[in-house]
Every structure is written in structure tokens, then in C-alpha cells.
């Protein structure tokens, strides 16, 4: 069965839609990001690191893009990368607006941004975009290689001295990362896309079991890995910060409530204060992206008032 798509045919016309991946017996498949080129510190790769050259295009709501903001922010790069926020909601897959306008070139839709990076392209529109404006083409579209180049690739530009990806802890760190993206981070677009009933349950009982798996380790540790916060935990904070608003109610996440687990609840809160944090969540761009650009998830587009959601309630 065919899923919505969202992304430039053959014929180079583009089709409405949200994700660009076929079902497989009911089951969300993920297909995998296009560009994949590295900034590093000394150039040796063709994109080296500047102030001032890169731009990264970003959704508020998406989590993947999420994760590349939270580094950004934690590593001091505002001054270095600037940011491109599109619109929550989606029209012709990501668009900008006069409120949230695109700056380096005037688009009405990142897909145009693909476009200018490669003409043929065919492949899928994501969020987040790392854009080299000197060379005029996307360095990468894969969220886990720009949290990295921005925790390592940009050297003595970062005014944060923190490792996210420290070297004693990498085989750990890449071995939850695996974990946490199968079972969490993909596991709730697993339940949400689903379109057969025993899919959606397969999805539903594995989610729910990492997500006691997890529990059960923080009740243990206060960090998913390590004595201080690494990657591993902004990448499962990302999902856990839209789970009770979104994916506990459309995409249909509904044994428990974040808030029903006391050590995630607890761990998703202290993340939450991280100095600097607070500001990357936009609790008002996930609930419109989220129940208004699935439409068949969610036809009638109507936005929930609720939850209140106490990991965000003022300290």
C-alpha cells in the first residue's frame, strides 16, 4: 500500500504529501537521507569551517531537525551558523513565508533549495539542511552527521567546550544511539504511519518496551550514558519533549503519558533546563505541524488545546 509522498516525480512536477517511503505489510519505512558531506576543521573534506559560510535550515517541530539545534546551541555556533526556520504547517512539503521568509534566496518551499543544490534530484525534502552558500549546494541532510560536524567539525569557532561524543564513551553512546533510534526516535512514526492494525501494534508493544527499558536504566543512572548529558540523550530528548503533546494522542502512543514514568518524566525535566534548551522547544509549531500537515491521520486538521505539559512549566 502506497503512503503519502512528498517530493519531486520523475517528471519533475511535485506531489503534496509528507514522507517519502512506501509501506511494507502495513509498517513505516524510512528511507535514508541524500547528502552527506562533513565540515570539518581543516578543510580536508572541501567544506571547511567558517564563520559566516553555512547556513542551517531547520523545522521547529521536527525532532530530527531538533537534535542539530540543541548542539548548535550547547557548542556556542550562533554566531557561526545562522538559522532558516519554515512553516510549521506544510503546504508543498516545507515552505517559508513572509513571516519565516527565506533569506539567502527568497523561496516559497525548501524544495527549491534542493533543487538549486541539484537539479536532477529526485529524493526526499527533508528538515534539517546544512547549506554551504559559498558553493552553493547542501553539504548534508542527515541530522545525526550535523550534530556531529557542530559538536567536533567547527573546532575553535564553538564557544562551548563541551563533548557531546566524548571518545571513552563513543562505543556506549553509538550503541544506545542505535537502540534509542529503532525502538523510540523511528519507533513512534511506527505506530502513527501505520496502516494495518497488526502493524501498528507490533510497533506499538516495541516502543513501549524500550521505553520501560529506558525507564528502568534512569532509575539507575541520571544520564543515558556517562556522568553529564552526550548526544545519546538530546537524540532521545527530542521524541520525549513531543511525546505527550503529539504522538501520545496522533500518532496513537497512548499506554502511558510521559508523565506516567517517573524517571523519564524526571530526566526529560532536568534536560529541559539545560541553560539554553528551553529556548530550542516550540511546543506551538509541533501541535500545528504535527495535526495539521497529516491529514490522513488527521482530516478535520483540528489543533488540541491540551495537554499541559509540566517539563515546560516554568521552574
Known amino acids: 500500500m502506497e503512503v503519502p509522498l512528498s517530493g519531486f ?39 571547511p569551517a567558517e564563520a559566516g559560510r553555512y547556513r ?24 557561526v551558523v545562522p538559522v532558516t526556520v519554515v512553516e510549521p504547517v506544510m503546504t508543498q512539503g516545507w515552505a517559508f513565508s513572509d513571516a519565516l521568509p527565506d533569506p539567502l534566496h527568497g523561496f516559497g518551499y525548501l524544495h527549491q533549495l534542493y533543487a538549486a543544490a541539484d537539479p536532477h534530484y529526485t529524493g526526499r525534502v527533508l528538515v534539517p539542511v546544512l547549506w554551504d552558500q559559498q558553493r552553493g549546494t547542501i553539504v548534508s541532510n542527515e541530522s545525526s552527521e550535523i550534530l556531529r560536524m557542530f559538536n567536533s567539525g567547527f573546532g575553535a569557532l564553538a564557544k562551548g567546550d563541551l563533548d557531546l561524543y566524548p571518545v571513552p564513551l563513543r ?40 521505553l520501560d527499558q529506558v525507564e528502568a536504566r534512569l532509575a539507575q543512572q541520571p544520564w543515558l550514558v556517562g556522568d ?21 494522542g496522533h500518532f496513537k502512543c497512548n499506554r502511558n ?25 516550540d511546543i506551538d509549531h509541533i501541535k ?28
Open 228 to 248: 553529564a548529558p552526550t548526544e545519546a540523550d538530546w537524540r532521545l530528548f527530542t521524541t520525549l519533549a513531543r511525546f505527550d503533546a503529539v504522538y501520545f
Open 9 to 47: 516525480l520523475d517528471n519533475g512536477q511535485w506531489r503534496e504529501g509528507w514522507y517519502d517511503t512506501r509501506a511494507s505489510h502495513g509498517e513505516f519505512v524510512r528511507t535514508p537521507s541524500a547528502f552527506r558531506n562533513v565540515v570539518t576543521d581543516d578543510g580536508a573534506s572541501g567544506f
Open 257 to 281: 503519558r510521559l508523565e506516567d514514568f517517573p524517571h523519564l518524566s524526571r530526566y526529560l525535566r532536568a534536560l529541559y533546563l539545560v541553560p539554553g534548551i528551553a529556548g530550542t522547544v
Open 171 to 210: 562505543e556506549e553512546i553509538d550503541r544506545i544511539n542505535a537502540f534509542v533510534y529503532d525502538n523510540i526516535n523511528n519507533g513512534v512514526y511506527r505506530c502513527g504511519f501505520a496502516t494495518e492494525q497488526a502493524a501498528y501494534e507490533r510497533a506499538f508493544e516495541r516502543l513501549f518496551s524500550a
Open 288 to 315: 500545528r505541524h504535527y495535526y495539521m500537515s497529516h491529514p490522513h491521520i488527521n482530516p478535520t486538521r483540528i489543533v488540541p488545546a491540551g495537554p499541559r505539559l509540566k517539563f515546560c512549566e516554568p521552574a
Open 56 to 79: 542551517l535550515y531547520v523545522s521547529l517541530a521536527c525532532p530530527w531537525a531538533h537534535r542539530t539545534l540543541i548542539a548548535r546551541k550547547l557548542k556556542g555556533l550562533e554566531d
